[in-house]
């Protein structure tokens, strides 16, 4: 049997130059990839996967997202119970863990689990969505446009169909809704999803498991870490999204994923379903070559200088180190990642691999007689590279040093529309105390987790670095006034900026909240600054030529008339997909293997009780040296901790659920690994994995060491 669906495999990659594993699919289309995974393996139908009518397993599956951005997924979650029991990983719900803890309840260190639904934890802004339908809106988007259409009309008129159709599916409050671009503006879809807003914290593990391994082992196999959490969403009592209520009860899904605990071999089919955020599949070689050059050692660099300040203040007291874990560990995520991109972009030689399809590209539309179509692509794409770079490199410092450096800069953002207010109706007194009571909620939550004297010390560094690393020509007027009032001195000049302000003082800003004024804010250093940041954001968004998009939208579609025979995936774009592929092992490098799976042996091989990073909590290591692993143990009586198979993920696909052929969940994705760390650019058939936790090792963690068989005993575990 196993042979004839192996034969069947080859031809169909032959057949089709996109591997089968490589690919973030649309739920919709995926009946076009269904002979692929019946020959790996996958036992149902495209139904199961994606059905309007009746309960299939995208209603098990979805993004997490705060309540002011509700389609800006950070993550994915998997249903796993009836009573709406959500699982994801221990990152996603890091700082939901972080906001619930303190000196003297560190949930981070010991963990967190609810033995009855009466001590769950609201998260205050989390929610969760899931994918209604989905239809392809490409027609009535472009109709009318073609190539002779003017960019800005065709823009214009784009957004405007865009906001109709929207505007038209939105029947329910509830829903969220959004048509996205496909293939740079070559398709469109409309997406269209309900979003629950009471999404409760049931249980993390301490991340001596969960975070097991640190920042060392991040993006990185083989790997030990437990990387999972439980949630629970909560409805009002029909069942419809309502804000956090006591009178909520837990939400009832569509459809809960059945759980196996048979384990996975070599070669098994799984599928992974959720919401991966960007990936740039279709970047030019010329792309390429500036994010090397040009971008990723910017995010390095910046990231550098503040992980250290942080580090810096959390050795230096309990509370801060507290305050500061879940600001430290996105940062130090994406700080590790393009560290590893760079690095995977040149040793893989993505330049080479990239001028070989151009080359191959620009052969095909002279042969085919299209030159006058597509012959200024490159060419248009390749100058606005070379043009932009300095822009490029000033959106960077935009982002990395102003927005999201020091907290300074985003939060007196939020008092944008106060000012308005005060500015354009100061005699509105009841819309002036609703928008104060909410900027006093929000204050208190920003406030619980800020340390003046750690974010000074990043402003300084930071706004120093700008102002040498960026051109003049996109210097924010404050600096001018550092280097005639100070004498460039940014320290001195982040003192007084400090001392002044009302968003680095609690007690000042909160005084400032009960009497507001617009002179006040309009004073205000670190207001004027924000807005600078902001529209300096504005002015360099748009980094390439106006040409360019064009261009890239051209290539793209040149690229796909040039391989007709070939099934095309659109970039990443926090929309829901379905990725499928194998579990097995891989050669990272010149005479070393990786076996695919690990077990807790490693655990405590890589156990240090000096090294916060690799510290096993007392109870695992007894149970592991006990092997007390119970039904969750494999068949040669160890425990399994992660696996690895070639599925097509990237970030926002943390937590998604790894199935099985039969729609089983088997384990949940979170990590990717660090030979391929280009993949975003471009897929690593050989090297690229993603990895994830075993179902098995939750379940242990959940059932011997928590002892949370409530949880367990929601569940539908299948031996
Ligand atoms: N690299 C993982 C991701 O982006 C996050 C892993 C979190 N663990 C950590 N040590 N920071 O999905």
Redesign the pocket.
């Known amino acids: 049997m196993k042979k004839i669906f192996f034969i069947i495999a080859v031809i169909l990659i032959g057949f089709q130059s996109t591997r089968a594993d490589e690919g973030m699919w649309l739920l919709s289309l995926i009946g076009k990839n269904y002979e692929q995974m019946k020959a790996q393996g996958f036992k149902l139908t495209p139904e199961d996967i994606y059905n309007v009518n009746k309960a299939c397993l995208k209603d098990a599956v979805c993004g997490l997202s705060n309540s002011n951005y509700p389609l800006g997924f950070f993550c994915t979650a998997e249903v796993i119970s009836k009573e709406g029991l959500l699982l994801t990983?221990h990152?996603c719900a890091y700082d939901m863990i972080q906001t619930h803890s303190s000196v003297s309840h560190d949930y981070l260190t010991d963990g967190f689990w609810a033995l009855s639904k009466d001590q769950e934890l609201p998260n205050e802004g989390i929610c969760a969505s899931f994918l209604m339908y989905m239809i392809d809106v490409t027609d009535s988007v472009l109709a009318g446009i073609t190539d002779e259409t003017k960019e800005s009309e065709r823009r214009s008129l784009i957004s405007k169909r865009i906001r109709e159709i929207e505007k038209k599916a939105k029947t329910d409050p509830d829903y969220n809704v959004s048509v996205k671009p496909l293939f740079e503006g070559n398709q469109f879809f409309l997406f269209v999803y309900i979003t629950y807003k009471d999404v409760r914290l049931v249980g993390a593990p301490p991340s001596g498991i969960g975070?097991f391994?640190?920042?060392t082992?991040?993006?990185m196999w083989p790997r030990h870490?437990g990387?999972f959490s439980m949630l629970r969403i909560y409805a009002s009592a029909d069942n419809k999204p309502a804000d956090f209520s006591k009178d909520n009860v837990p939400y009832k899904p569509k459809h809960s994923l059945p759980i196996s605990i048979k384990g996975l071999e070599k070669n098994d089919f799984v599928m992974v379903m959720g919401f991966p955020g960007t990936t740039n599949r279709y970047l030019t070689s010329y792309g390429v070559q500036t994010a090397i050059e040009n971008n990723n050692p910017a995010v390095v660099k910046i990231r550098d200088k503040k992980l250290a300040i942080m580090r810096e203040s959390m050795d230096s007291s309990p509370e801060l180190r507290i305050m500061y874990s879940s600001k430290y560990?996105s940062t130090?995520?994406y700080w590790k990642?393009f560290i590893g991109q760079t690095r995977g972009l040149k040793v893989n030689n993505v330049i080479g691999k990239k001028q070989e399809l151009e080359g191959r590209f620009t052969e095909w539309y002279k042969k085919n007689g299209q030159e006058a179509l597509y012959g200024k692509s490159l060419p248009e794409i390749s100058k606005s590279y070379e043009t932009n770079k300095q822009k490029s490199l000033a959106h960077t410092y935009v982002l990395e040093a102003l927005l999201q450096g020091p907290d300074v800069v985003m939060f007196p953002l939020q008092c944008y529309q106060l000012n308005s207010l005060l500015a354009n109706s100061p005699n509105d007194k009841e819309a002036i105390s609703a928008m104060t009571a909410d900027l006093k909620k929000e204050a208190e939550k920003y406030f619980k987790d800020y340390d003046a004297a750690t974010d000074k010390k990043i402003f300084a560094a930071l706004m120093e670095m700008y102002y040498k690393d960026v051109p003049a020509e996109y210097h924010l007027d404050f600096m001018a006034v550092v280097q005639k009032k100070y004498k460039g001195d940014f320290a001195k000049y982040t003192e007084d900026f400090f001392k002044k302000s009302i968003f680095t003082d609690k007690a000042r800003f909160m005084a400032f909240l009960d009497k507001p004024t617009a002179k006040v804010l309009t004073a205000d250093a670190a207001f004027e600054l924000a807005q600078q940041s902001l529209s300096m954001y504005y002015k360099l968004q748009n980094t390439q030529s106006p040409e360019y998009e064009k261009a890239n939208r051209l290539f793209i579609r040149g690229l796909m008339e040039m391989q007709p025979e070939k099934l095309f995936y659109p970039d990443a774009n926090s929309t829901i997909r379905c990725t499928y592929g194998q579990v097995g092992d891989y050669k990272p490098a010149d005479a070393v293997y990786y076996n695919y799976f690990t077990t807790v042996k490693g655990v405590l091989e890589k156990e240090d009780p000096k090294n916060d990073e690799f510290v096993v909590p007392a109870k695992l290591k007894d149970l592991i040296l006990k092997k007390d692993f119970g039904r969750y143990a494999d068949k040669d009586g160890n425990l399994r901790v992660c696996f690895i198979s070639n599925n097509d993920i990237t970030?926002g696909n943390?937590g998604s659920p790894v199935i099985n052929g039969n729609g089983e969940l088997v384990g949940a994705a979170?990590?990717?690994n660090w030979e391929a760390m280009s993949g975003d650019i471009f897929f690593e058939n050989s090297v690229q994995k993603t990895i994830s936790c075993d179902i098995r090792y939750i379940l242990f963690v959940v059932d011997k060491l928590a002892n949370a068989q409530n949880l367990i005993n929601e569940m539908n575990i299948v031996q």
Do not use: C, E
């Open positions: 990983n990152h975070k391994g640190g920042d082992d991040n993006w870490t990387d560990a130090a995520n990642y970030g943390s979170f990590d990717g």
